[in-house]
């Protein structure tokens, strides 16, 4: 009971996080190329774009903010055993993080709000690409955390403990490399799908066609490059993560046994930890093998092999993630990715016929687009991380000694409740101003007389 | 040993001073912006002497929280489980706060604006008083295992000395706030914020006396007062002068000395210790037993030396750009400024372009 509440727990601020995340690193890289554009071509229309993108952007970020202060209390909260055991190597990205990123985030997110009429528009230019950068390295420092988790590198065991002997190794794991990557792709997939869908809204209930247009182009021009490295860097975060932890990759495929060649189940009915021998619908030959080895004949281990090595590596146990939601997880994240895909190629399309601003039912199908990536990035999260269970690190701690031994039930049914009211409400506040703001009219272009006064601050 | 650990410790209250100089103030004027500023534009204002520099401020906390996470990841483990509950509300407030600063002006509606500010005060008063039980707390015991582990309730926390240290900060922050307020607003806010200043000042002076002999006696350390204890009473003393002679700057440097040497007198006394064990002072969590390895420390030590004067030179830029002072006159409504002043603003009207 315990060990599941402090998971709920867990899993809920953490998903809940990861909302707020990707849009503010994805947005913030946006709003400075728009902020760039008005700064190389001083044309009015990029100005007003980066105004209105950059308010959106700061809703956000506030909110992303104070989820994320509550993601580094956890781990000492409630689970107190973990912290303790790995707190030499897990502790020190994230303390790099705060050093390196957050300061640099906040501060300058300050000044580029504030600063519009007190910086040169060069130094206010580089605040917003040092807002980009603090968001976006604060992603590399708890992704190398993460990844550590996944696949612990550059530690020895001194005492039962490890203890970090080579950061280097931590920052160049492979399971960060290209998971990073991974998120930074998915942030951006997220912030363009936000822009597009915002600036496809105004584009159907008469926002400024010429530069909401604009806005819609970048959008797609980023989209498309965006989601379609996302996936390819995901395949291939599939093969390391094949090659470190098996039991992932086969849970995705609900893989019970051995196989080589192996095929991919497009659909199955039924399936699960109790149910190894479901309906599948439409198996595709070799395409597993291809996904989890880079090979046409690859050989991947079932899970009830996996799970006998497990045992008597490790002591008598049960070593399988639940395996109904890896294969979803799996599932969800690859078949909306392609949507996302297709629906980005249908603009690129439109923008080549000329016909992005009319075309009806496409702004209409990227308004409501931008709700896949959120979709998308919860159940890579979910792959990932219930993927690692029954470890909290793989192959060192066992999620379920990794809990504070005295924080009670009552103590965490205290804490889930108000995290959720809480996340509740101010997520249902945020999502209301965003769509409020999203729907407002452009900021007023300048009138000749003030195009060489400061542009007016953004004040509280 | 390894130099490295008081160093460490060094750095973690470091880290925790440089918080409370910074969000103390922050946290003061998020108490007082509805007393200080009497109507919407008032409001406004106050909140924007802080707007730009709140959130950098905030960082201060996350980063001692990792710094000692990285460093003491025993101290972090022990503290922030035996603090679960505290925390969880330490973290309401801090979120609700944060929200507010952003959500208040984005919706033009009395009611709405009205909740956000009784967050923002609720938030600001209660986070400087559970940090100050949890940093007592430390000094002052907590029933805790040979296991490092803490085996006491909720209600262990929340004893004498930690109330006493929790209700000196929120003091500390309002006095803090009220300087801050005075040197960065114009006519009635500013002579409002002094006015709070003169009256809080008596009460924040007495507490921190008291605060530092009970830390002292705590402590258990000779009868003498060690340098910084002095120094907090007298940069306290120093403070209330300061601010019944009305010299604004003086009185907040004052201020933020007094808080900064408060701080570093609970990290001063509780050296070697961490945490100390109400149950055996056997099972105090110290420096040592609670240590990463020392490649670890090396590492963030090289990082830190690196990093923090580069934060520390950009957030002083921060403060430099926004050194002017807000008036209130800012946040009056076009059309409220272009007709004749009316003698008593009832009702804010919308706040242009927000």
């Given at each position: 009971?315990?060990?599941?509440?402090?998971?709920?727990?867990?899993?809920?601020?953490?998903?809940?996080?990861?909302?707020?995340?990707?849009?503010?690193?994805?947005?913030?890289?946006?709003?400075?190329?728009?902020?760039?554009?008005?700064?190389?071509?001083?044309?009015?229309?990029?100005?007003?774009?980066?105004?209105?993108?950059?308010?959106?952007?700061?809703?956000?970020?506030?909110?992303?903010?104070?989820?994320?202060?509550?993601?580094?209390?956890?781990?000492?909260?409630?689970?107190?055993?973990?912290?303790?055991?790995v707190g030499n190597v897990f502790g020190a990205p994230l303390a790099m993080e705060g050093l390196a990123a957050f300061f640099l985030e906040s501060t300058f997110l300050g000044l580029w709000l504030f600063g519009w009429d007190k910086l040169s528009r060069r130094i206010h230019l580089l605040t917003?690409?040092?807002?980009?950068?603090?968001?976006?390295?604060?992603?590399?420092?708890?992704?190398?955390?993460?990844?550590?988790?996944?696949?612990?590198?550059?530690?020895?065991?001194?005492?039962?403990?490890?203890?970090?002997?080579?950061?280097?190794?931590?920052?160049?794991?492979?399971?960060?490399?290209?998971?990073?990557?991974?998120?930074?792709?998915?942030?951006?997939?997220?912030?363009?799908?936000?822009?597009?869908?915002?600036?496809?809204?105004?584009?159907?209930?008469?926002?400024e066609r010429e530069v909401f247009t604009r806005s819609a182009r970048l959008g797609l021009l980023i989209l498309v490059p965006a989601i379609l490295f996302a996936m390819l860097v995901g395949d291939e975060l599939g093969v390391v993560e094949a090659r470190y932890q098996p039991m992932k990759i086969?849970?995705?495929?609900?893989?019970?046994?051995?196989?080589?060649?192996?095929?991919?189940?497009?659909?199955?009915?039924?399936?699960?930890?109790?149910?190894?021998?479901?309906?599948?619908?439409?198996?595709?030959?070799?395409?597993?093998?291809?996904?989890?080895?880079?090979?046409?004949?690859?050989?991947?281990?079932?899970?009830?092999?996996?799970?006998?090595?497990?045992?008597?590596?490790?002591?008598?146990?049960?070593?399988?993630?639940?395996?109904?939601?890896?294969?979803?997880?799996?599932?969800?994240?690859?078949?909306?990715?392609?949507?996302?895909?297709?629906?980005?190629?249908?603009?690129?399309?439109?923008?080549?016929?000329?016909?992005?601003?009319?075309?009806?039912?496409?702004?209409?199908?990227?308004?409501?687009?931008?709700?896949?990536?959120?979709?998308?990035?919860?159940?890579?999260?979910?792959?990932?991380?219930?993927?690692?269970?029954?470890?909290?690190?793989?192959?060192?701690?066992?999620?379920?000694?990794?809990?504070?031994?005295?924080?009670?039930?009552?103590?965490?049914?205290?804490?889930?409740?108000?995290?959720?009211?809480?996340?509740?409400?101010?997520?249902?506040?945020?999502?209301?101003?965003?769509?409020?703001?999203?729907?407002?009219?452009?900021?007023?272009?300048?009138?000749?007389?003030?195009?060489?006064?400061?542009?007016?601050?953004?004040?509280? | 040993?390894?130099?490295?650990?008081?160093?460490?410790?060094?750095?973690?209250?470091?880290?925790?001073?440089?918080?409370?100089?910074?969000?103390?103030?922050?946290?003061?004027?998020?108490?007082?912006?509805?007393?200080?500023?009497?109507?919407?534009?008032?409001?406004?204002?106050?909140?924007?002497?802080?707007?730009?520099?709140?959130?950098?401020?905030?960082?201060?906390?996350?980063?001692?929280?990792?710094?000692?996470?990285?460093?003491?990841?025993?101290?972090?483990?022990?503290?922030?489980?035996?603090?679960?509950?505290?925390?969880?509300?330490?973290?309401?407030?801090?979120?609700?706060?944060?929200?507010?600063?952003?959500?208040?002006?984005?919706?033009?509606?009395?009611?709405?604006?009205?909740?956000?500010?009784?967050?923002?005060?609720?938030?600001?008063?209660?986070?400087?008083?559970?940090?100050?039980?949890?940093?007592?707390?430390?000094?002052?015991?907590?029933?805790?295992?040979?296991?490092?582990?803490?085996?006491?309730?909720?209600?262990?926390?929340?004893?004498?000395?930690?109330?006493?240290?929790?209700?000196?900060?929120?003091?500390?922050?309002?006095?803090?706030?009220?300087?801050?307020?005075?040197?960065?607003?114009?006519?009635?806010?500013?002579?409002?914020?002094?006015?709070?200043?003169?009256?809080?000042?008596?009460?924040?002076?007495?507490?921190?006396?008291?605060?530092?002999?009970?830390?002292?006696?705590?402590?258990?350390?000779?009868?003498?007062?060690?340098?910084?204890?002095?120094?907090?009473?007298?940069?306290?003393?120093?403070?209330?002068?300061?601010?019944?002679?009305?010299?604004?700057?003086?009185?907040?440097?004052?201020?933020?000395?007094?808080?900064?040497?408060?701080?570093?007198?609970?990290?001063?006394?509780?050296?070697?210790?961490?945490?100390?064990?109400?149950?055996?002072?056997?099972?105090?969590?110290?420096?040592?037993?609670?240590?990463?390895?020392?490649?670890?420390?090396?590492?963030?030590?090289?990082?830190?030396?690196?990093?923090?004067?580069?934060?520390?030179?950009?957030?002083?830029?921060?403060?430099?750009?926004?050194?002017?002072?807000?008036?209130?006159?800012?946040?009056?409504?076009?059309?409220?400024?272009?007709?004749?002043?009316?003698?008593h603003p009832t009702s804010p009207t919308a706040a242009p372009g927000s």
């Amino acid at each position: 009971m315990r060990l599941d509440l402090a998971r709920i727990e867990f899993a809920f601020v953490s998903i809940n996080h990861f909302f707020f995340v990707p849009v503010t690193i994805g947005l913030a890289f946006l709003t400075a190329l728009l902020q760039t554009a008005w700064y190389r071509t001083k044309r009015d229309d990029y100005l007003r774009l980066t105004r209105f993108f950059g308010t959106l952007l700061v809703i956000n970020v506030a909110i992303g903010v104070v989820t994320g202060l509550v993601q580094e209390f956890q781990f000492g909260m409630n689970w107190g055993a973990y912290s303790r055991l790995v707190g030499n190597v897990f502790g020190a990205p994230l303390a790099m993080e705060g050093l390196a990123a957050f300061f640099l985030e906040s501060t300058f997110l300050g000044l580029w709000l504030f600063g519009w009429d007190k910086l040169s528009r060069r130094i206010h230019l580089l605040t917003i690409w040092a807002v980009s950068l603090g968001s976006a390295l604060s992603a590399a420092f708890i992704m190398a955390a993460n990844s550590w988790m996944q696949h612990p590198v550059g530690y020895q065991m001194v005492n039962g403990k490890p203890q970090l002997n080579d950061i280097f190794a931590v920052f160049t794991n492979p399971v960060f490399v290209w998971g990073y990557t991974k998120v930074l792709f998915a942030a951006l997939v997220t912030g363009a799908s936000v822009m597009l869908a915002v600036s496809a809204w105004q584009l159907r209930h008469g926002g400024e066609r010429e530069v909401f247009t604009r806005s819609a182009r970048l959008g797609l021009l980023i989209l498309v490059p965006a989601i379609l490295f996302a996936m390819l860097v995901g395949d291939e975060l599939g093969v390391v993560e094949a090659r470190y932890q098996p039991m992932k990759i086969a849970a995705a495929e609900a893989q019970w046994t051995t196989c080589q060649p192996c095929s991919f189940s497009l659909f199955q009915i039924g399936g699960g930890n109790n149910d190894q021998t479901p309906t599948e619908i439409i198996a595709i030959p070799h395409l597993l093998s291809l996904l989890a080895t880079n090979s046409w004949n690859g050989k991947v281990e079932g899970l009830t092999p996996l799970n006998q090595q497990y045992n008597q590596q490790f002591g008598s146990g049960y070593y399988v993630p639940n395996v109904f939601i890896q294969y979803w997880g799996m599932r969800v994240m690859a078949y909306l990715a392609v949507v996302v895909f297709l629906i980005a190629v249908w603009g690129l399309w439109l923008i080549r016929r000329k016909k992005l601003a009319t075309s009806r039912v496409f702004l209409w199908v990227a308004v409501w687009g931008a709700v896949l990536p959120f979709l998308i990035n919860t159940a890579g999260w979910f792959l990932t991380e219930s993927g690692r269970q029954p470890w909290i690190v793989q192959g060192i701690m066992l999620t379920k000694n990794g809990i504070s031994p005295t924080v009670s039930t009552t103590w965490l049914w205290i804490s889930l409740v108000i995290f959720v009211l809480l996340y509740g409400t101010l997520g249902t506040v945020d999502l209301l101003l965003m769509l409020r703001y999203s729907r407002k009219e452009l900021p007023p272009p300048l009138t000749e007389a003030d195009a060489d006064a400061p542009v007016p601050a953004v004040l509280y | 040993m390894s130099s490295l650990i008081p160093f460490w410790y060094i750095i973690i209250a470091i880290l925790w001073t440089g918080f409370f100089i910074l969000e103390g103030f922050d946290f003061g004027v998020g108490m007082l912006h509805s007393v200080v500023g009497r109507d919407e534009a008032g409001r406004r204002a106050a909140i924007n002497t802080i707007g730009p520099l709140w959130d950098g401020n905030e960082v201060w906390l996350i980063t001692a929280g990792a710094a000692m996470f990285a460093a003491f990841p025993g101290w972090y483990a022990t503290m922030f489980s035996a603090y679960n509950l505290a925390l969880v509300l330490l973290l309401a407030a801090l979120i609700v706060r944060g929200v507010a600063f952003e959500y208040r002006g984005k919706r033009d509606a009395a009611r709405w604006r009205r909740t956000w500010d009784v967050l923002l005060t609720v938030g600001s008063v209660l986070a400087p008083l559970l940090i100050g039980v949890a940093l007592a707390g430390l000094l002052g015991g907590l029933p805790i295992n040979s296991a490092q582990n803490f085996t006491g309730s909720f209600w262990d926390l929340l004893k004498p000395y930690p109330l006493w240290t929790g209700i000196t900060l929120v003091l500390l922050c309002l006095l803090n706030g009220a300087t801050f307020l005075s040197l960065k607003t114009t006519d009635d806010m500013r002579e409002r914020s002094w006015q709070l200043a003169r009256r809080v000042a008596p009460f924040t002076g007495a507490f921190v006396v008291g605060f530092i002999i009970w830390t002292h006696v705590t402590a258990g350390r000779a009868f003498w007062l060690n340098l910084i204890e002095l120094l907090a009473i007298l940069a306290v003393i120093a403070a209330v002068w300061l601010v019944y002679d009305r010299r604004d700057g003086f009185a907040f440097a004052a201020t933020a000395v007094t808080t900064a040497s408060c701080i570093i007198s609970i990290f001063a006394d509780l050296y070697p210790n961490v945490m100390v064990s109400s149950t055996n002072p056997a099972y105090n969590l110290t420096v040592h037993n609670t240590a990463s390895g020392n490649y670890s420390l090396k590492v963030m030590t090289v990082v830190v030396i690196i990093l923090l004067p580069v934060v520390l030179a950009y957030q002083t830029w921060t403060y430099y750009v926004f050194r002017r002072r807000v008036s209130r006159s800012e946040f009056q409504p076009p059309a409220a400024a272009a007709e004749p002043e009316p003698t008593h603003p009832t009702s804010p009207t919308a706040a242009p372009g927000s």
